[in-house]
């Protein structure tokens, strides 16, 4: 075993872990963080296909941002630190999605047919990356701004119209 | 190259590991060695003083929300700092002013917010 194996079965391990402590734990804010190292450990996927901008974004977006968002929710709703509010009588409808789900997707990944021989991976240069979005890719750069501006924009006027104001 | 690239990042793996087993090591050497014993003036949130009424999660307010959401606008401009970073030398002036065009576009959105109150701690 490589020990690019080890570290992907560590990392992948952790994720699978965070994803458990996710969903088994009682408290809410317990799960939040354990998104997090959930979401830190698929960074660490990303990593070992050498993605590093998508690792980047992994961490600072998802690990960041989103979780800090999830935690704002907890703290806007009316969430009790009771475990009960966490289980109710659509847990049987819940198990059997989940089950279903599960089944679905072990059968796809059994009848699908994986290519034999791995492939080196083609690695993209941060500086390659750059130059590309700088240079060739400027224009649609500048829109993604505006993008984020009327996302920005938009969830203002909802939360003001939320107000009444 | 892909070898390189991973050397990089095992030095980052090794230092979580260590920076992991550091604080748990500790935590774990508090939990061992440390003598406890329960009891009711221990547990109280103050040791003199009133006693505190209700419980220790507020509700606050929905509009809170939109400073998660800014940071969240703001945070995704970080991320393309960083390729920016990197090729900001190479590319020169055409660099900074798109980068700049990039942050007056966002600043915008901080001005509307500003305008709307958004920021106001009420």
Not at chain 1, 37 to 62: K, N, P, T
Request: hydrophobic letters at 60%; glycine letters at 8%; one cysteine or more.
């Amino acid at each position: 075993m490589s020990y690019e194996e080890v570290i992907f079965y560590f990392v992948a391990a952790v994720t699978v872990l965070g994803a458990l402590g996710v969903v088994l734990t009682r408290n809410v804010v317990h799960s939040a963080l354990f998104l997090i190292l959930a979401l830190l450990a698929v960074a660490g996927v990303f990593i070992l296909l050498s993605a590093e901008f998508l690792a980047i974004v992994q961490i600072l977006i998802y690990g960041g941002a989103v979780t800090i968002l999830i935690l704002f929710v907890m703290m806007l709703t009316r969430v009790r630190d009771m475990p009960q509010a966490l289980d109710g009588p659509q847990r049987p409808f819940a198990a059997l999605a989940a089950g279903a789900f599960l089944v679905l997707s072990v059968l796809a990944a059994l009848s699908s047919d994986w290519p034999g021989e791995t492939r080196e991976i083609t690695v993209v240069p941060f500086r390659e990356m750059g130059e590309a979005l700088f240079r060739d890719w400027a224009v649609p750069f500048e829109v993604a701004s505006l993008v984020l501006l009327v996302a920005l924009i938009g969830a203002i006027v909802l939360a003001r119209g939320e107000e009444g104001e | 190259m892909i070898q390189d690239l991973f050397a990089d990042y095992i030095a980052v793996l090794i230092a979580a590991i260590l920076g992991i087993l550091l604080v748990g090591g500790a935590l774990m050497g508090n939990y061992i060695l440390a003598p406890r014993q329960a009891s009711r003036a221990k547990s109280l949130t103050y040791e003199c003083g009133m006693l505190p009424i209700g419980r220790s999660r507020t509700q606050v307010h929905f509009r809170y929300y939109l400073f998660a959401i800014l940071f969240l606008i703001f945070d995704i401009e970080a991320v393309f700092l960083f390729p920016w970073a990197v090729v900001f030398l190479d590319i020169g002036k055409a660099a900074f002013y798109e980068m700049l065009f990039f942050m007056l576009i966002l600043g915008f959105g901080l001005l509307y917010a500003w305008k709307k109150g958004v920021l106001s701690w009420r």
